[in-house]
T-cell receptor, first 116, second 111 residues
Framework: DAGVIQSPRHEVTEMGQEVTLRCKPISGHDYLFWYRQTMMRGLELLIYFNNNVPIDDSGMPEDRFSAKMPNASFSTLKIQPSEPRDSAVYFC??????????????FGPGTRLTVL | QKEVEQNSGPLSVPEGAIASLNCTYSDRGSQSFFWYRQYSGKSPELIMSIYSNGDKEDGRFTAQLNKASQYVSLLIRDSQPSDSATYLCAVSPDSSYKLIFGSGTRLLVRP
């Protein structure tokens, strides 16, 4: 399997612009997670989906952030408008259906976002 | 107080030594505990999971859990330079899939 795929790998944008990050989970995985990693705050869960339905979005920092999962093989994380403090590495991860909380989460390579 | 605490390090050990990484958590009801390894510029990868008090061994790695004291540790035996990375402790506070990560401990293994 190709693993979790994320695009773009790097994104540089100017403050105020819309940013869309994309993720393709591992085929057959029913859970999809979006994380953000910064030096100051570490790795934080933003939102996760089960069977394309958002389950917990309590980590989404504010209304400028939105996430969708229109089908089992694709998810987006959108920031509109972007701000310099959104600069971070954004990871997508997926895990297999069932098995309770013990399922391994497999991380994608991440998108490094820089907002100028 | 952070929910999952780790010493940021760096923890420096000579090659062949035992590296001991520690993690404490605040939610006494936490059920599942994980250690992830993250090389610089790469994504986290799971190396150990533990759910019951005691030790769990996997090759050179041993995870230890003490729920009464609310700590989890990871021992790496016969440390190799290739073990040099940041080790992230993650805790699932309930039966959901939500993981709370510590800030990580950077490990340096000197040849």
């Amino acid at each position: 399997d190709a693993g979790v795929i994320q695009s773009p790998r790097h994104e540089v944008t100017e403050m105020g612009q819309e940013v869309t990050l994309r993720c393709k989970p591992i085929s057959g995985h029913d859970y999809l997670f979006w994380y953000r990693q910064t030096m100051m705050r570490g790795l934080e869960l933003l939102i996760y989906f089960n069977n394309n339905v958002p389950i917990d979005d309590s980590g989404m920092p504010e209304d400028r952030f939105s996430a969708k999962m229109p089908n089992a093989s694709f998810s987006t994380l959108k920031i509109q408008p972007s701000e310099p403090r959104d600069s971070a590495v954004y990871f997508c991860a997926s895990s297999l259906r069932g098995g309770g909380a013990t399922d391994t989460q497999y991380f994608g390579p991440g998108t490094r976002l820089t907002v100028l | 107080q952070k929910e999952v605490e780790q010493n940021s390090g760096p923890l420096s050990v000579p090659e062949g030594a035992i590296a001991s990484l520690n993690c404490t958590y605040s939610d006494r009801g936490s059920q599942s505990f994980f250690w992830y390894r993250q090389y610089s510029g790469k994504s986290p990868e799971l190396i150990m999971s533990i759910y019951s008090n005691g030790d769990k061994e996997d090759g050179r790695f041993t995870a230890q859990l003490n729920k009464a004291s609310q700590y989890v540790s990871l021992l790496i035996r016969d440390s190799q330079p290739s073990d040099s990375a940041t080790y992230l402790c993650a805790v699932s506070p309930d039966s959901s899939y939500k993981l709370i990560f510590g800030s990580g401990t950077r490990l340096l293994v000197r040849p």
